[in-house]
């Protein structure tokens, strides 16, 4: 018997993007769009504390219509989990109309994507409506051009070269002429993927949502290996005998804490200009080495004068060490506003909330930094150090 067409499987759009790129920023544009749609979203975070679900969060009518998974990386040590989310998410009596899975800034997109064709039940119920990438104008050339140990994949490379629509996004922070090369440099990457300038992630929804622009045929010109999991079994086979059909940990982690953390994943960058990649040796890494999260939770209220010359000392210093910053805050005599932090490299955004501290929530100031060589102890007694003491 035939198994269900594209168009009775649920789209999905996985929304990939380095660090701070502006995905968040788009899945909170979407979410209060006009679009009329159901839709569930799957965040996925790189640090134990995650930040990103009440930034969604505040958006999102329903909670049970979100779902965090944190404190690993979708594209391997979280997979499984991606997997479930998926599962449960098919079992739900609500019918979604869409999925958008907003995956961290450090993820390799092709391990994701291959989930939707590993299993089989996943694979008879969703379909990859589009891998959509954010690419931070101002910062994505030192990402994309930062040398990786060898044989290990570059992810900034590797979310453009998957990408079938990119969003140049915060063309307000560089000039005409820096745009240009910006784009050129995309292009180089990815030359078939349509690539939308946008400020704020401000975009048409109709231009990123329900318009299947993903391809298996274009994903396997960029990677003639997509198909196969790590052993080189063909994704059906591997299916049938369940060998990653749960997600697949493959037993590699992250660590957060700078420790060595590698994804063993085979994915060839796509270069060129929709020419096929060549082919790349068996078990290309995601090695992160030195990447880490450092995530803090500190009860009390904050200085705010404290915070803000912590803030910009720390930022200034470690600005290109430092890829990401983030925070929900509480501040002293600023009654029941909730405060959000948001640091890309040295760009800082601070401002009230949309949401305040709810009467019974208790005033938890969660703050993560994810970088290159983060000095743990040094973060956490600086932070600890702005609370106001009684
Ligand atoms: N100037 C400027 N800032 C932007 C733009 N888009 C997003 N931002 C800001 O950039 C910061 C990061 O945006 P996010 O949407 O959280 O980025 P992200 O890709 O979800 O970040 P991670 O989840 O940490 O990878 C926030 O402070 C945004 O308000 C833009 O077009 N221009």
Known sequence: MD??????????????????????TLVNHIL???????????????????????????????QENIITMDNGCVCCTVRGDLVRALLTLKDKTKKFDHVIIET?????????AFTFFINPEIADHYRIDSILCLADAKHIGLHLEEEKPDGAVNEAVQQVAFADRILLNKIDLVSDTELAAVMEQVRSINGVAEVIKTTNSVVDLDKVLGVSSFSIEKTLEVDPDFLEDEEGHAAATAAHDGAAADGGDHGHGH???????????D????????????????????????????????????DFNQVNTFMMTV??????????????????????????FQGVHEHINFGPSSVEWGADEPRVNR????????????????????????
């Open 3 to 24: 198994g269900p067409t594209d168009a009775e499987k649920l789209p999905v759009t996985i929304v990939t993007g380095f660090l701070g790129a502006g995905k968040t």
């Open 32 to 62: 209060k769009g006009d679009h009329g749609k159901l839709i569930a979203v799957i965040e996925n975070e790189f640090g134990a504390v995650s930040i990103d679900d009440a930034l969604v969060g505040e958006n999102i009518k329903e």
């Open 104 to 112: 961290t800034g450090l993820a390799d997109p092709a391990p994701v």
């Open 255 to 265: 660590s957060h804490d700078g420790g060595k953390t590698e994804c063993h994943e």
């Open 267 to 302: 994915h060839g960058h796509g270069h060129g200009h929709g020419e096929p990649a060549a082919k790349k040796p068996r078990k290309k890494r995601h090695d992160l080495t030195g990447v880490s999260s450092v995530g803090i939770l500190a009860e009390g209220e904050l």
């Open 315 to 340: 930022l200034q210093e470690n600005a290109k060490s430092i890829y990401r910053s983030k925070g929900v805050l509480c501040f002293k005599d600023q009654g029941n506003t909730k405060f959000v």
């Open 367 to 390: 703050m993560v930094f994810i970088g290159r060589n983060l000095n743990r102890k040094e973060l956490e007694e600086g932070f600890r150090a702005c609370l106001v003491k009684d």
